[in-house]
């Protein structure tokens, strides 16, 4: 069973920094495009910023020049570096991706999330 698992979150000043991690498990054939995703309370779930396969990246307005997406394809793992932080960037964190298992078909799957909260 395929599962992605979220870490790293936690409370932080303004202007501090986290890392974000997101884990994928079980039998996985590959693993294309990944993507961090936030919901603060009340609103939408928007895109923070994606990764494809090789390693292009596309970012939020909102986290451009503050956060830094990356990923480490042997071990299956993305990473938000995220620095500068402001309050507004309080949410829950989502770990997205588009994958195939061994033994199923492509889709796209979710982590659980992860609480960012900013605030002094």
């Known amino acids: 069973q395929v599962q992605l698992v979220e870490s790293g979150g936690g409370l932080v000043q303004p202007g501090g920094s986290l890392r974000l991690s997101c884990a994928a498990s079980?039998?996985?054939?590959?693993?294309?495009?990944m993507g961090w995703y936030r919901q603060a309370p009340g609103k939408q779930r928007d895109v923070v910023a994606r990764?494809?396969?090789?390693?292009?990246?596309t970012y939020a307005d909102s986290v451009k020049g503050r956060f830094t997406i990356s990923r480490d394809n042997a071990k299956n793992t993305m990473y938000l570096q995220m620095d500068s932080l402001k309050p507004e960037d309080t949410a829950v964190y989502y770990c997205?991706?588009?994958?195939?298992?061994?033994?199923?078909?492509?889709?796209?799957?979710w982590g659980q999330g992860t609480q960012v909260t900013v605030s002094s």
């Open positions: 079980g039998n996985i054939a590959s693993i294309y495009a």
């Open positions: 997205n991706a588009d994958l195939r298992p061994a033994s199923s078909a492509r889709g796209e799957y």
């Open positions: 990764i494809t396969s090789a390693r292009g990246t």
